[in-house]
């Protein structure tokens, strides 16, 4: 039913709204089955939109009490979507009443439940579950709110904006800023606060407040500190300050993402905001530190300018992961951020461009826009943003996006208007460059060189692959940053980037005594897949050699495909050449220990899988997994005295601390005794196992005893020790099914899926479990097919209860086209099963469609 109804919303079909909001009030009453929303809306003609004379509201599950325009009732006609009503073609003021129920809200958006709490998601469009209104994000009001709720299960009661009055029961919040609907959010329930302060530039003294549950409050103090240092390095790095008395961040439990920038009172995914050194691991101490930044950065770039339609969602969200990516870098050590962004990209972007799900960074057309909160978005719009600071320098950049903040400062835009700043503000025309948002698929790189008369020339050709909707493209700006080296390792031209536009192009370098070994795409300048023939010996050059980090890791880690595919192709044993450099970077005490254990660490399945397609190789899963254990092995008994070693040389002296330079210490430590423990019996793992006093070593000693032998034992402790904290029970449960063995992994996630603490409605744990599944690729794609049922069986679960969480992890079958037969038609028979499905809710209507083809 809802299927057919389901129509693609068209960025060219674009208008304006008839009407201006002057002012937005909002009175809300909560109760868990009868919340009623009173609105009052102050609406003028828009001098620049198509004629007034109709109001037409979005709005959905809403129970309409009332509504009146300008005292008088208004002659309202509602449908699914929303309500229609004729309207005065001159200013007037509207009024409505709604009743919503938030406690049988499972989809968690809207307002919502979550532990007795209520608390509101409106990105994108979850503003129409509240009261009717015009939600889209070209449409910005001033909003008060006031908020009623009993005071015995409710005492903390916060919305966007400063707080005004407040009494027993009550509360009223005034946002001054102009904003959509998008980021509006409420939240009340019985929290205890952290609290802070920050002084900006200019001299304002902001509060500031992490809400949590109480019991959590001693969980918060890394989250405040990674908040203050956002907030200075915003005022540092691109002259923005904050712009209200009052900053909240609220933890919650159920959340479909990982937090939102709603204005003033940002609302976090608890994962990403609690922490202490006994349930946090470093990798989570980075993520919170990065996405509080994220969250923070988004009050200007996307708060202040916001989008002017969700197919501009790059504009906020590119922009603002570029600027945490940056922020990240300058907190910790800028090589290892890219390197870890880089596998990120790869690992989800480079993987949905290369399937059905490929999209421009700014789609043309969508169904279901929660749909589109993609990598390609995100990941890959900072990607290009990266190239375009590239392109314009330092300054050119600074310049431009001075006058974006000053030319746009409370305006909803588009990429054109991104665009444009840019070239006014360095003079470059940037036509050509647009195709980043425009076109879709990774553009595939190849290089050929030749010497000769002390003249090397380097003739790259570019292509873009067919993706759906787009057969053809046109050549893309392609910066790549080019090194080149001397024989003996010196550099003999220190980077300059290359400027590709045309699908043929050559470049002349004269003057070189010998021929120089080229360093590529330094610092990966260009998301694109670049091809080379080259030798191992030259990669292990080039790994020992080359001084730009990033490509000294990439060297390693093209030598590593290689290794691993002659493995898994001709059964061949790892050369030489590999194991020796991988034994020089190991032994390297100059190199950061992050980078050593970026260098140690092997190539994922997925990744192998979708190298081995790129070449022409139908993937066996089964097989990449075994040559990735052998390689293992391997190294571990190659290497076993340096690596033993290093374990004990890194063991840490005094008391954990999350910082930067301890994690990365703790980083090559774990690298180490995964090695390790495949030739020690698990000796060492048992032992930091026990004597742990922080979950990165326990999770760490954990995740090999699994590996070894499904570490029953030290499950069972970890479970007794922890059953009381979801977010370390989520870790539990992730690396139960992540680390088991092929054959296991699915019997291990049906198993788990029957443990009383499965509850599979919270998103965090579902992820754990069905998430983890898909996330071990052999275990995911074994043989029969179990893998693939146990997943569509829980999507089509979960489908009605919470169709954002399910839609989005249909990704896990995005892959289908790589494998053989057998596998294709089983992963296409799930995605069938899922598409027919009665019901079936708009979203995973969509993916499924599309990812089927
Ligand atoms: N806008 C959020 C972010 O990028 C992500 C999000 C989207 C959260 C939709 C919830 C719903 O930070
Ligand atoms: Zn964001």
């Known amino acids: 039913m809802k299927e057919a109804a389901a129509r693609a919303v068209h960025l060219k079909d674009y208008a304006p709204y008839p009407y201006l909001l002057d002012d937005v009030s909002l009175q809300v009453r909560l109760d868990p089955k009868a919340t009623r929303v009173v609105s009052q809306i102050r609406f003028s003609p828009n001098p620049d939109g198509p004629a007034a004379g109709t109001l037409r509201l979005d709005g959905e599950g809403l129970r309409l009490i009332r509504a009146t ?5 208004a002659d309202v006609t509602v449908d699914d979507h929303g309500l229609t009503c004729p309207a005065p073609a001159t200013a007037f003021d509207w009024e409505c009443e709604v009743e919503i129920a938030p406690a049988d809200n499972t989809a968690l958006e809207g307002l ?4 007795g709490m209520y608390c509101t998601q409106c990105e994108a469009e979850g503003f129409r579950k509240i009261t009717y209104y015009p939600d889209r994000p070209d449409v910005m009001a001033p909003f008060s709110v006031r908020i009623e709720a009993d005071p015995a299960t409710c005492p903390v009661l916060l919305s966007n904006g400063n707080p005004t009055v407040a009494g027993d029961g009550w509360a009223e919040w005034q946002d001054p800023w102009p904003k959509p609907a998008y980021l509006f959010a ?5 929290l205890v606060r952290h609290a802070d302060s920050f002084r900006t530039l200019s001299g304002r003294e902001v509060d500031l407040g992490i809400w949590v549950r109480p019991g959590d409050e001693g969980k918060c103090a890394y989250a405040m500190d990674a908040l203050k240092r956002s907030m200075a390095w915003d005022e540092a790095e691109y002259g923005r300050e904050y712009d209200l008395n009052t900053f909240n961040i609220v933890a919650v439990d159920d959340f479909n993402m990982g937090a939102m920038e709603n204005k003033g009172l940002n609302i976090f995914n608890s994962k990403y905001v609690l922490a202490s050194p ?6 989570d101490y980075e993520m919170i530190e990065g996405i509080i930044a994220h969250e923070y950065f988004h009050n200007w770039t996307g708060n202040r300018i916001t989008c002017r339609d969700w197919f501009q969602l790059c504009l906020k969200e590119g922009l603002t992961v570029f600027r945490d990516q940056q922020f990240s870098g300058d907190q910790r050590s800028h090589a290892v951020k890219r390197i870890d962004d880089v596998l990120t990209l790869r690992a989800r972007q480079f993987r949905e461009d290369n399937g059905p799900l490929s999209h421009p960074v700014r789609p043309e057309s969508y169904i279901e826009i929660n749909n589109f909160y993609t990598a390609t978005v995100y990941e890959k719009g900072a990607e290009v943003i990266g190239m375009l600071r590239r392109l314009v320098g330092e300054e050119g950049y600074r310049a431009a996006l001075d006058l974006y903040f000053d030319r746009h400062d409370g305006q909803a835009c588009t990429i054109e208007d991104w665009l444009r700043v840019f070239e006014d503000a ?7 460059f647009k195709r980043w948002y425009t076109q879709s698929g990774t553009p595939r790189l190849s290089v050929r060189e030749d010497y000769t008369d002390n003249v090397y020339r380097l003739h790259f050709r570019q292509e873009t692959p067919p993706t759906p909707g787009q057969p053809e493209k046109g050549p893309q700006v392609i910066p790549v940053a080019l090194g080149l080296l001397a024989p003996d390792g010196s550099e003999t031209m220190p980077t300059r980037v290359l400027e590709i536009t045309e699908t043929e192009q050559s470049f002349t370098f004269p003057g070189q005594e010998t021929r120089p070994i080229p360093s590529l795409l330094r610092g ?4 694109v897949i670049l091809t080379r023939q080259s030798t191992a010996e030259e990669r292990a050059f080039l790994l020992a050699h080359d001084t730009d980090p990033f490509n000294k890791w990439e060297a390693g880690r ?3 495909k290689d290794v691993l595919s002659r493995m898994v192709t001709d059964d061949a044993a790892p050369g030489p050449d590999y194991l020796s450099a991988l034994r020089r970077v190991t032994q390297d005490d100059t190199l950061d220990p992050a980078f050593r254990a970026l260098a140690l660490a092997l190539p994922s399945d997925d990744d192998m899988a979708q190298t081995l397609t790129d070449s022409g190789v139908t993937p066996d899963p089964l097989a990449i997994w075994t040559a990735r254990e052998k390689l293992s092995l391997r190294i571990a008994e190659e290497l076993s005295a340096v690596l033993g070693d290093l374990y004990d040389a890194l063991e840490r002296p005094g008391p954990y601390s999350p910082d930067p330079k301890a994690a990365n210490a703790r980083a090559l430590r774990q690298t180490a005794l995964g090695l390790l ?10 032992k930091q196992f026990a004597a742990a006093d922080n979950m990165t070593d326990e999770l760490g000693a954990l995740a090999c005893l699994i590996r070894a032998d499904g570490g029953d034992e030290a499950t069972a402790t970890f479970y007794r020790r922890w059953a009381d904290d979801r977010l370390v029970l989520d870790k539990w449960f992730a690396l139960q099914v992540g680390y088991a063995a092929p054959a296991d992994a699915a019997d291990v996630a049906a198993r788990l899926t029957q443990h009383p603490a499965f509850d599979w409605k919270n998103p965090n744990r579902f992820r754990s479990v069905i998430g983890g599944l898909g996330g071990n690729h052999a275990g995911f794609h074994a043989a029969g097919g179990a893998g693939y049922e146990l997943v569509a069986d829980w999507l089509i679960r979960l489908d009605p209860v919470n169709p954002q969480t399910a839609a989005r992890m249909t990704t896990l079958f995005e892959t289908w086209h790589r494998y053989d037969a057998d596998r294709r038609d089983m992963m296409r028979a799930a995605l069938e099963r899922i598409r027919a499905t009665r019901g079936l809710s708009r979203d995973s209507a969509e993916m499924v469609g599309r990812i089927l083809g």
Do not use: H, K
């Open 69 to 73: 325009i300008d005292g008088a009732p």
């Open 112 to 115: 919502y439940m979550s532990n």
């Open 186 to 190: 409420l939240v009340a329930g019985d």
């Open 278 to 283: 006994e349930t946090a691991t470093d990798r």
């Open 426 to 432: 360095t003079g470059r025309d940037l036509t050509q």
């Open 524 to 527: 990966f300048s260009a998301p």
């Open 558 to 560: 093209t030598l590593a």
């Open 677 to 686: 423990s495949r030739i020690d019996g698990g000796t060492r793992a048992q």
